[in-house]
């Protein structure tokens, strides 16, 4: 009698709980949704529809007019190509840098492996500046050339502990071991066992180094004076958030106010539609690496 | 190390590119001291030792500026832990293992999007006019609100929108160790009578508690390096007293004040107090847990 | 060895010796023979491919330009990273600088280098600007050399200015205010009636302005006091009975602001007046939404409608007609921008990347610009493609009635030429096609009709003497104008009260350093004197 009253009071506790949190998991759901999904609509309207309100569930007045100007802007395509270069390019460097760097550190036989960490730990207490970094790329010949975005912090530390924490966790000891009683060498163990085991990192890495290569701009204002090698992001800032195009100074003829107004109208329909198309490579990437998330990021901050 | 020469091959190329970007570039360091000229070069520029210092806390605006930089990330952290340690906490007592995973992609996904796409999609959607909240606002018979505008309202927009940004992901560490409750406990919990929530209130929640510590004391070390890009795209001459911070005075006044020596100085002392920050916190989460990152 | 080296060291010299003369020309075309190159770094929204005057320039004198375009924010940006770090171009040019970069990178620090000499012997047409009355005075620093290449245009008195829409005026019933306590009652009854016929009573947006230049503070001239914060050489200063005063902490400014924050607090301003971007502004203007809008041109918020169509007639004769300087008290008055022509001196100048070679050709390239065919070309389009020339200095456009949008694409006004490089127009005339005479500037005709009584002394553009005074007088500026400008914007929006604050105000002013300020522009007028 007393067993099946509490069960019965668990149960009714339960489900109230479990509705609560369906209810805010759902509104959680919407909210992040929502505006992804208004973007998305809007860039297939009318922009005139869009301004008014009148978009909210679904688009109003289908156009592909804001993707059409999208891609006859030469500056915004370009951006978009250069970027993919610069993506691929630091990506792979990135890479190739980091997850041997980061084995090594993971090894405990490894003698140098303290000062090694710690000397890229210290770089996050100290850095020369903005000026100085730029003497020193000049002087190394990167100026206007993509490698400047690439080569200095090529190695990212925090992905690095990530990548070391997870080839601890995950390449046993004792298979390094059996290994060498073989006769086999650190760097033929590195490219035969190693590399295939890390298939989730290379991943998780490729997401972390690769966003923040798609998504940066600041190297590429300091260090690149041709507008030719632009990267998208540099492009965006100048459409969406960069509001002034003209001096305050400047002439206000007829013929340049009419021209400022056409040009502001241009970049009014392309807003959306911009918005959508430089965030496609990342959207397309991203599913295939979100199942290993959880994991990664576990090995890479909690330990067991 | 003997055998080991091999694995220090594997260090070398990062050690040389570090080395060259980041090491060398440290000479520069003495720009703060000195009154750059670009003529005559860092070493030639004349030494003129805690000037540029001074001239900062003399003026009228550090304190302004500590004072935003500190509001912006105590705030951001207020607002965004808890938020991450529920969405968590939620998630993983959560029955419908599909539906758990859509949200857990949605939710993720805002990380990724770019600060300048961000920011647009800010300016887009509170656009007095045209933009989507305020056609909500109105709809529902409210009055427009100029959202830029008000000086109230800017620091609220900073941080609830990186708040949605950044939810999903931070609930990531939680939600990962969560994963490492013993289901023993919940089983006797049940046994015992308890329902889901006190479940997850007696269980999950203390578990959680050593993350959430090493995390949030973690994140303290860093409380006056609020990064520039996403204040200085939502900066106007409007909301200037709130949103100009340490980074993106230290922006305009080297980059387009051209005053290089001054900016250096700011900089470097931005620098140096994060470094005894991180240093100090460090060191605590070392004593509490074995979590030190070193 | 000795041989050996005493040989390689004669090649060596020999070799940059011949690389360092290029074969130019001192008079006539081509500037060259033989391929050379300068780099332009300059602020302009589109791209160098784009501009249709480039080849054809290039194909005239020989040179190819290495163009370093970006639009204007990102410049100023790039600019000071290339100056600081020593990077930048053979000639800087454009919007992104300014008196003060003149001073300190011209005058002491020769990164600028001094130019009247070049004028002199390769400048022909460039002298013919600097003859003009007042121009070789202005533009001459302290050191009495010339750093950049003139700028001159002819330009109205006055710019900004509100106007009243007169359609709205007629269908209430109301008359042209003529003080600001009239212009309050025709605000209200444009807030709640139907002014502008479409049925809806609320749409209204009684008072607006353009967001460029939107300089509110102008209009503080309705209580006699010019307070002028933009298109000013010493914001918010004047000149009253020839002595330069200070306006932004008198009590007609004060009365201002009570003022448009009572209009504010009534609903009769756009609560986006402050914050909205061009876009919106014009969005709205389209729909008939505004009173009274403050613009450059009537029709500015409107489409833009060619000048013989009835809408062009409806709008700019019968709707929007300029606002009269209102009476708030009984000697308004208001902001001259220009004299009727602007000299901009801070235009294009030459960087010492250039050995004296590379300055005589940058100097004749700059000359061939400002030849009349030429610069007439840069605005107007290329001969035989958009106008023809009939005379002298008399030009016509062509018939592109019937072109195509990407042909009208191709030659608009943006893609001709970059139009941030100075030009010289040589006062000619340009005939719209089919008509005799050009069109008259029916805008400025009505502007100078209604505001002409009242526009203020104009006083002359200075330098400042010492570096101590520019950089100190940027740093007081850069405090007091944002200053002042955030809280004009505050109190207006009714986000602080003026009247609590003004003493708080007035007493900020002085800590940021006005009176110093006052001084530091008083020196640079009186020794202009």
């Given at each position: 009698m007393e067993l099946s009253h509490k069960k019965l009071r668990r149960a009714r506790g339960d489900v109230i709980y479990d509705t609560i949190i369906f209810i805010i998991l759902t509104f959680l759901f919407l909210i992040v949704a929502y505006p992804l999904y208004f973007v998305i609509i809007s860039s297939i309207s009318d922009p005139i529809e869009v301004s008014a309100g009148k978009v909210v569930l679904t688009p109003v007045g289908f156009t592909l007019d804001g993707y059409k100007e999208v891609f006859k802007t030469r500056t915004v395509v370009r951006g978009f190509v250069n970027s993919l270069i610069i993506t691929i390019l630091g990506t792979s460097i990135n890479l190739l840098v980091t997850i041997p760097t980061s084995y090594a550190l993971s090894r405990p036989d490894f003698t140098l492996k303290r000062p090694i960490t710690l000397f890229y730990i210290l770089t996050m207490f100290v850095s020369g500046g903005m000026m100085p970094t730029y003497i020193i790329v000049r002087s190394t010949g990167l100026l206007n050339t993509w490698w400047a975005l690439v080569l200095?912090?090529?190695?990212g530390v925090y992905n690095m502990i990530v990548a070391r924490t997870f080839f601890k966790t995950n390449i046993p000891l004792e298979l390094m071991e059996a290994a060498k009683l073989d006769g086999c060498g650190n760097t033929k163990f590195f490219i035969y066992v190693v590399l295939p085991l890390s298939g989730a990192i290379t991943a998780i890495l490729c997401l972390y180094y690769g966003v923040g290569h798609w998504n940066s701009y600041f190297s590429a204002l300091i260090y690149i004076q041709k507008r030719e090698l632009w990267p998208l992001q540099l492009e965006l800032r100048n459409i969406l958030v960069m509001n002034t195009s003209v001096a305050t100074k400047q002439v206000m003829t007829e013929a340049e106010l009419l021209e400022k107004r056409r040009l502001d109208a241009l970049k009014e329909m392309m807003k959306y539609s911009l918005i959508i198309i430089s965030s496609i490579p990342v959207l397309v990437i991203y599913p295939f690496v979100q199942k290993h998330f959880v994991k990664g990021v576990m090995i890479g901050s909690v330990k067991g | 190390m003997r055998g080991n020469w091999d694995l220090l091959l594997f260090c070398v190329p990062g050690m040389v590119f570090t080395i060259i970007y980041h090491y060398i570039p440290i000479y520069g360091v003495q720009i703060a001291f000195r009154n750059y000229k670009m003529k005559k070069g860092i070493w030639g520029s004349e030494w003129v030792g805690l000037k540029n210092f001074a001239k900062f806390f003399n003026s009228a605006d550090w304190w302004v500026l500590v004072r935003n930089t500190l509001i912006l990330s105590l705030y951001s952290l207020a607002a965004g832990f808890p938020v991450a340690v529920i969405l968590a906490l939620m998630l993983n007592s959560f029955r419908h293992k599909r539906y758990r995973k859509v949200i857990q992609a949605v939710t993720y996904a805002p990380n990724f999007i770019s600060t300048i796409v961000m920011c647009g999609m800010l300016i887009l959607f509170l656009s007095p006019r045209v933009g989507v909240v305020n056609n909500v606002i109105r709809a529902l018979g409210g009055e427009t609100i100029n959202f830029m505008a008000e000086i109230s309202m800017w620091r609220h927009i900073y941080v609830w929108s990186g708040v949605w940004q950044g939810m999903g992901w931070s609930s990531v560490i939680y939600f990962a160790a969560l994963a490492g409750v013993s289901p023993e406990y919940h089983e006797a919990a049940i046994v015992d009578g308890a329902t889901k929530f006190q479940r997850v209130l007696h269980i999950d929640l203390p578990f959680l508690a050593p993350t959430m510590t090493m995390l949030l004391i973690m994140n303290m070390g860093s409380v006056l390096s609020v990064g520039f890009e996403k204040a200085y795209a939502l900066q106007n001459d409007l909301n200037l007293p709130v949103s100009d911070i340490i980074a993106t005075y230290t922006y305009r006044r080297g980059i387009?004040?051209?005053?290089i020596s001054y900016s250096s100085a700011v900089g470097l002392m931005n620098s140096i107090v994060n470094s005894i920050l991180l240093v100090t916190v460090n060191y605590i989460t070392g004593k509490l847990s074995d979590n030190a990152l070193f | 060895m000795k041989k050996l080296a005493l040989v390689l060291a004669a090649l060596l010299l020999f070799s940059s010796v011949s690389a360092l003369a290029a074969d130019w020309n001192e008079t006539g075309l081509p500037i060259v023979n033989e391929p050379y190159s300068f780099s332009i770094f300059l602020d302009d929204s589109g791209l160098p491919e784009d501009k249709i005057m480039f080849p054809i320039i290039e194909e005239a004198t020989g040179i190819t330009i290495d163009w370093r375009m970006a639009p204007y924010q990102v410049q100023t940006e790039k600019l000071g990273i290339e100056l600081s770090s020593g990077d930048y171009a053979d000639v800087i040019a454009g919007w992104t600088l300014g008196d003060k970069d003149l001073i300190e990178l011209g005058m002491n620090e020769q990164t600028f280098l001094p130019l009247e000499d070049l004028f002199e012997k390769y400048g022909p047409n460039i002298m013919e600007v600097l003859e003009k009355p007042g121009v070789r005075a202005s533009m001459t620093l302290p050191d009495g050399h010339i750093y950049s290449v003139p700028y001159v245009v002819a330009e109205p008195e006055v710019f900004y200015i509100p106007y009243i829409n007169a359609q709205w005026l007629d269908r209430l019933g109301l008359e042209l205010p003529t003080t600001p306590e009239e212009l309050k009652e025709v605000l209200i009854a444009f807030r709640d009636q139907d002014a502008n016929g479409n049925g809806d009573p609320a749409d209204e947006i009684p008072f607006s302005g353009d967001p460029n230049n939107l300089d509110i503070s102008k209009l503080s001239g309705w209580w006699g006091v010019d307070a002028a914060g933009a298109k000013n050489q010493f914001p918010y200063f004047a000149l009253v009975d020839g002595k330069l005063t200070f306006n932004a902490n008198t009590e007609g400014y004060k009365q201002f602001i009570e003022y448009f924050a009572d209009l504010y607090k009534e609903g009769l301003i756009d609560p986006e007046i402050f914050t909205q971007d061009v876009a919106t502004w014009s969005a709205k203007g389209k729909q008939d939404l505004y009173g009274v809008d403050i613009s450059y041109g009537p029709s500015d918020a409107y489409d833009d409608f060619p000048e013989d169509t009835e809408e062009y007639v409806t709008y700019v004769k019968n709707a929007m007609h300029p606002l009269p300087v209102l009476k708030g008290v009984e000697n308004p008055v208001y902001h001259r921008t220009t004299p009727g022509v602007t000299l901009f001196r801070t235009q294009a100048v030459i960087t010492d990347k250039c050995d004296e070679e590379k300055q005589a050709i940058i100097t004749r390239w700059f000359n061939y610009l400002y030849e009349a065919d030429v610069s007439q070309q840069t605005s107007t389009g290329p001969l035989g493609i958009c106008m023809i020339k009939l005379d002298e200095g008399l030009y016509q456009e062509t018939d592109q009635s019937d072109w195509s949008e990407e042909q009208k694409e191709k030659y608009s006004w943006g893609n001709r030429f970059a139009n941030s490089l100075p030009r010289y127009y040589h006062d000619n005339k340009v005939l719209p096609f089919g008509k005799d005479e050009p069109d008259p500037d029916l805008q400025n005709e009505m502007k100078m009709e209604l505001y002409g009584p009242y526009l203020n002394e104009f006083f002359p553009q200075v330098w400042s003497t010492s570096e101590d005074d520019t950089s100190r007088a940027a740093e007081i500026r850069a405090d007091l104008e944002s200053y002042i400008k955030n809280k004009t914007a505050q109190w207006i929006a009714g986000q602080a009260d003026v009247d609590a604050e003004w003493d708080a105000y007035c007493e900020q002013l002085n800590a940021y350093g006005l009176e110093e300020l006052t001084e530091i522009n008083r020196r640079a007028l009186g020794e202009a004197e």
């Open positions: 200095p912090g090529c190695l | 387009i004040d051209r005053d | -």
